[in-house]
């Protein structure tokens, strides 16, 4: 299993923010979980430090950053980028759920 997949539209989003925003080059992507809920896994994609305790790999060319404790709520899915009705954001996606 995958730890996460992008869609081609999120991997161009998060290369135009981290232009946009003047993202400094020691802050990688972060994907991890706001609160451990079994209902809502507030779900979280953002840049920021790495620290002692966190694991790093690659994927599709992003250095991905993320807790090793939390991998389990977030390894198998999908990042997308969505922009519906002005608004935009990222959403995971089950795997199996994709068609």
């Not at 896994?41 to 920021?48: E, R, V």
């Not at 305790?53 to 950053?65: A, C, H, R």
């Amino acid at each position: 299993m995958n730890l996460i997949e992008f869609t081609n539209e999120a991997l161009d989003a998060i290369k135009l923010y981290r232009v946009n925003l003047n993202i400094p080059d020691s802050h990688f992507l972060r994907v991890g979980i706001r609160q451990k809920n079994a209902q809502d896994k507030g779900l979280l994609i953002g840049f920021d430090e790495m620290s002692d305790k966190d694991k790093q790999s690659e994927v599709q060319g992003l250095n991905v950053i993320y807790n090793p404790g939390q991998v389990f709520f977030f390894a198998g899915m999908i990042i997308d980028f969505t922009e519906q009705n002005g608004r935009k954001g990222f959403k995971f996606i089950e795997k199996q759920k994709v068609k």
